[in-house]
């Protein structure tokens, strides 16, 4: 995203989304110490961004927040988060045009780049693995998979822990049997992709694909199974996901008709992490479910999977708790780049 001073970031800050608001309102909001013309420079530039829109002519102009205005509003996770949930300025209920309107790219060229140059490393580096070190080298990642999506979920495996409970089947002392549960179900669920990748690749993921995942990965955890009806609730966090069956199937399948859409593995993968962790279609899980369907999509297209093995867990959980209250992508598409990158240089999974 182009750097924006913070003037811009202040305007789109204030402007509402789907409501178009004059120059001159926008500097009475700001109580700028600058000119009405400095304020338009701005908007100008935010235009140009295709951060806003312009509409109207004259003294009828207004300028309404795009979708881009939305998604690329830049966001400090953790200074953004230290405000408690009550006071921040963000959305406590569910966007419902937010996956109608969304983008087939969020990614900035040079992000593209740097993301396809590691996927071309990766990919001359498994040419030359034997089947014994593949085999080694899924079941390492399933091991690290398993360990650190549960452990964001606040499961106190250890990595060691979960080494010898998918190798050897013991689980280690001093833990839940849900706890236990949780980690072999990561397994479960990623090898059930693995044998569905073909499927994958030429129909895209349907509703029963992604049921079924969420049905391993909560396998003897008390969980329901199927789309909820009914509330539930996100500690940390204002924002309120819609509670009724019949609309949560319909913003699912919206979701689920973009990322199907969308021709490109990165951003079918990174709109999957961050837009079923948004829509909550399930009783529980639904986070473990986003992050073993984004290993889905990168998968079909032979690009390397994500284990989050050096992700900050408070990181991930605030980045994504931005999106849910302001919808912008910034932090989690940091996230997903970084731990791409990691997961190219660290793993030989073909």
């Given at each position: ?269 990174l709109i999957t ?68 990158i990691f997961s ?7």
């Amino acid at each position: 995203m182009d750097q924006l001073n913070q003037r811009q970031i202040d305007i789109l800050e204030k402007i509402p989304t789907k409501e178009g608001v004059s120059s001159s309102d926008i500097f009475k909001i700001l109580n700028q110490k600058v000119s009405l013309v400095t304020i338009k420079r701005d908007l100008d530039s935010l235009v140009l961004l295709k951060y806003l829109e312009r509409k109207g002519k004259g003294r009828a102009t207004v300028y309404e927040k795009t979708i881009l205005g939305v998604l690329f509003f830049p966001v400090d996770a953790f200074l953004y988060n230290k405000v408690d949930p009550d006071l921040r300025n963000g959305n406590s209920g569910f966007n419902f045009s937010l996956f109608e309107e969304f983008p087939n790219n969020i990614f900035l060229k040079e992000e593209k780049d740097i993301l396809d140059n590691a996927t071309d490393n990766y990919k001359e580096k498994i040419k030359k693995i034997t089947p014994s070190v593949q085999s080694k080298e899924l079941e390492r990642f399933i091991i690290e998979l398993s360990w650190k999506s549960s452990k964001i979920e606040g499961n106190t495996y250890t990595l060691l822990d979960t080494e010898r409970l998918i190798r050897e089947g013991i689980p280690a002392e001093g833990h839940t049997a849900n706890e236990t549960a949780m980690v072999i179900n990561h397994k479960k669920a990623f090898n059930f992709i693995i044998e569905n990748l073909k499927i994958i690749k030429e129909n895209g993921i349907t509703l029963n694909f992604v049921e079924k995942i969420h049905e391993l990965l909560t396998l003897d955890l008390g969980v329901s199974r199927g789309i909820r009806n009914g509330l539930v609730g996100i500690i940390g966090t204002k924002y309120k996901p819609l509670d009724n069956k019949y609309q949560i199937k319909e913003a699912l399948l919206s979701l689920l008709n973009l990322i199907n859409i969308v021709k490109d593995p990165y951003n079918k993968s990174l709109i999957t992490l961050i837009g079923i962790s948004y829509i909550q279609p399930f009783e529980d899980g639904n986070k473990r479910t986003s992050r073993l369907l984004c290993n889905a999509m990168l998968l079909s297209f032979g690009c390397a999977p994500l284990s989050y093995r050096s992700v900050d867990e408070n990181n991930y959980r605030e980045s994504i708790l931005v999106f849910y209250e302001k919808n912008s992508v910034i932090p989690m598409k940091k996230i997903f780049i970084e731990q791409y990158i990691f997961s190219t240089q660290n793993y030989l999974v073909k």
